[in-house]
């Protein structure tokens, strides 16, 4: 018995001793592993930091500076250039570079799948209160907070304005003049907080304005807390409209030309919208070509202490009192039998209709110039009227509309049928007040609060 009782201890003992040999092999060997892992990880890091700091985004890639190109084949040909450029940088979320006088972290971003650019500018300040915000409160970890963050605390605007090609600031203006006019808008209002949304799908006029922000970040700075600036150039590209000689600043308003032309600022005033908006109480639209407010300083705080939905003010161009004709009330023209046949058959290269005013029984902002016939109300600064229709060289919006569907319409909404690809009118800021209506809000216009165009 005493020798099995010293056989069996000798058993486990060598039993014990070979697990913890065993363990302590198991352990060297993944401590190794590890380090020549965390070695290679360390390695990759390095490289792709040394990789994104030699590559730029798409928006850096050679561009035709040729702003008033539009032929095809030179888009196809630049997309098919950015696309290759601009895929090798997409390894990893942009960690921001900063504008010329450190005001804004700039973040860079393209999209392969739909040939889109957008470029987000934050300011730094902004960023390093968002950290604090979300930081976890260590002090008093006891202290009770609220679940819910309260967003527009003071009342915020986002301006947007998406401008094309052919001189879109006006004869011999650049962006850096719709920059300043904006400015004057935005300006000493401690009370209001504001972003800025821009488009342009012509890629050389993405990089200038891009190079204008950059150089002039402390101007900007003192205005806006979010500058967002986006590109799309196959919005451009739209089917064909049987018209040899385009699209230009010359023969926009032509009658054949109206729904190729409405058609594309409502892609690009929705697409603006849908990368811009966040959540900022109110939008305000802008035409790049808008160059003067009447009453500045209070030009937006009217707007708002209107508490209208969805309200323009009036447009004057020169001697032209009321410029923009797409805001009114009342009646318009219908079509024909022989051109609702048309429709019917999709024919709308040979369809000459284009929506007008029924005189009997129409109202615009002109109707009321006569300031000797009117009463004393209706020569208020806040004075305001209903309308069914608004246009869009200056348009101001509750926010949430556009978030509940009430977008630009982007084919004539009035009058289709299952067999019409589209109506006859209600396009583009015309239809958005239709839209606007079953969801329960309405459109207005302030006749005496004044924008210019530019002539």
């Not at 009342?330 to 000459?352: A, C, F, I, V, Y």
């Not at 239709?434 to 809000?441: E, F, I, R, T, V």
């Amino acid at each position: 018995m005493g020798a099995t009782r010293v056989q069996h201890r000798t058993f486990i003992t060598i039993v014990v001793i070979l697990f913890i040999l065993s363990t302590i092999s198991f352990l060297n060997v993944n401590r190794n592993t590890l380090g020549s892992t965390t070695n290679t990880s360390a390695l990759q890091h390095q490289q792709h930091h040394q990789q994104l700091s030699k590559v730029k985004l798409a928006t850096s890639v050679e561009l035709n500076t040729d702003n008033t190109s539009t032929d095809k084949k030179s888009i196809a040909t630049t997309t098919a250039t950015e696309t290759a450029t601009t895929t090798t940088t997409l390894q990893s979320e942009p960690t921001g570079e900063s504008t010329k006088h450190n005001q804004f972290h700039k973040y860079s971003y393209y999209d392969p799948t739909s040939n889109t650019f957008k470029v987000v500018y934050k300011q730094q300040q902004q960023q390093q209160q968002q950290q604090q915000q979300q930081e976890p409160l260590e002090e008093n970890p006891e202290k009770t907070t609220n679940k819910y963050t309260t967003i527009n605390q003071y009342q915020s605007v986002i301006i947007l304005s998406a401008f094309g090609k052919d001189q879109p600031f006006g004869n011999n203006r650049q962006f850096s003049d719709f920059a300043k006019t904006i400015s004057t808008i935005v300006e000493n209002q401690s009370h209001l907080q504001f972003n800025l949304g821009l488009s342009t799908n012509y890629l050389a006029e993405f990089e200038s304005v891009q190079q204008y922000i950059d150089n002039h970040d402390v101007q900007f700075f003192k205005y806006y807390n979010t500058i967002t600036l986006v590109s799309a150039p196959d919005l451009e590209q739209m089917p064909s409209t049987n018209d040899d000689d385009g699209l230009s600043r010359d023969n926009r308003h032509d009658d054949r030309k109206q729904r190729f032309r409405r058609r594309l600022i409502a892609r690009c005033r929705n697409y603006l919208v849908s990368n811009a908006l966040s959540q900022e109480t109110y939008t305000l639209f802008l035409d790049s070509d808008v160059v003067e407010f009447e009453n500045a300083p209070t030009f937006v705080e009217t707007l708002v202490a209107s508490k209208k939905d969805i309200v323009v003010p009036r447009i004057r161009r020169g001697d032209n009192s009321d410029y923009d004709r797409n805001s009114w009330r009342g009646s318009r023209t219908k079509p024909t039998e022989e051109q609702l046949k048309l429709m019917d058959q999709n024919k709308w290269d040979q369809l000459d209709y284009v929506p007008r005013d029924v005189e009997s029984d129409m109202f615009h902002f002109y109707n009321l110039d006569n300031k000797d016939e009117l009463a004393l109300e209706q020569q208020q600064l806040n004075y305001v009227v209903e309308l069914d229709s608004v246009g869009g060289a200056v348009l101001f919006f509750k926010s949430y509309i556009f978030k509940q569907g009430a977008i630009f319409p982007t084919s004539y909404i009035i009058g289709t049928t299952w067999d019409r690809v589209e109506g006859y009118d209600g396009i583009e800021t015309e239809g958005i007040c239709y839209l606007a209506k079953p969801l329960g809000y309405s459109c207005w216009g302030m006749p005496n609060l004044v924008a210019h165009h530019v002539l």
